[in-house]
């Protein structure tokens, strides 16, 4: 057998892209695993580990002599984060990978979504996605506004796990006293609406972060766009 083209991520992608499409209808099994090797042309391994994933993703329920069938249309919120752990952040950035898609060195305007607190000739811009490990398609994309002087993490994005901020504490000795949070809803902007395989009309969750250093200096600004299907964000209001 020739040696095929997809891996397991290649063809998660595409059953996903089915079943969200209704291509493959909740309730109903999707073709059986020797059909699916003959289509991608892959070997039964590969292909039990797309199904594998697709049941991380809460997308299908395999069971011996039945088949595997659909059983939720949208990927379920395994990504979540709680504003009350201090952790959560830090556990999503672990458990997913980021990549580096530009880095812009001279900002032309302010950003939409907000106003940098300084001259924009202080700040360089970040242009990031995030995708699960193993799974070739982006989950989230992140604009993220970083102080010149810690231009150095720019080489390192993708190549440590973790998040900006933490390369920047790791190069600069620098500690992050507190991060304000503000969530809201939107849509896509047309680019990453492209990259993430959604419309631009689509909902978005709308998360911007701003990180702040022991002396209250605002280092980095992140403003990321996530797809509700796959993102839950919870907190407990005490009264």
């Known amino acids: ?59 299908v329920e395999r ?78 994309w992140s604009y993220i506004y970083i102080r010149k002087e810690y231009s150095g993490i720019v080489e390192m994005v993708g190549k440590v796990q973790g998040g900006t901020y933490a390369l920047i504490t790791k190069l600069y000795g620098e500690t992050v006293k507190y991060v304000d949070v503000e969530v809201s809803a939107s849509t896509f902007p047309e680019p990453i609406a492209q990259t993430l395989k959604y419309d631009s009309k689509d909902p978005a969750l709308l998360v911007i972060r701003r990180f702040y250093n022991s002396s209250n200096k605002l280092m980095e600004v992140s403003i990321s766009y996530y797809p509700p299907y796959e993102f839950q964000y919870a907190t407990r209001i005490v009264l």
């Not at 997809?6 to 059953?15: E, F, K, M, N």
């Not at 209808?25 to 070997?43: A, R, W």
């Not at 069971?63 to 595997?68: F, H, I, Q, W």
């Not at 530009?102 to 939409?112: G, I, K, M, N, R």
Request: charged content about 30%.
């Open 63 to 140: 069971r011996k002599r039945a088949g595997t069938k659909v059983i939720n249309r949208f990927s379920r919120g395994k990504y979540g984060l709680d504003f009350e752990a201090a952790d959560s952040l830090g556990r999503y950035l672990r458990n997913t990978d980021l990549s580096l898609a530009s880095v812009e060195a001279v900002l032309e305007a302010q950003p939409a979504e907000l106003t940098l607190d300084e001259n924009l000739k202080d700040w360089m811009l970040l242009n990031t996605y995030r995708s699960v490990p193993g799974v070739n398609r982006p989950i989230s």
């Open 1 to 59: 057998m020739a040696r095929s083209k997809y891996t397991a991520g290649d063809i998660v992608d595409i059953l996903s892209s089915r079943i969200e499409d209704g291509a493959y209808l909740v309730g109903n099994k999707i073709p059986n695993e020797l059909t699916l090797c003959e289509e991608f042309n892959v070997s039964r391994y590969t292909m039990r580990e797309a199904i594998r994933l697709l049941q991380e993703r809460g997308l």
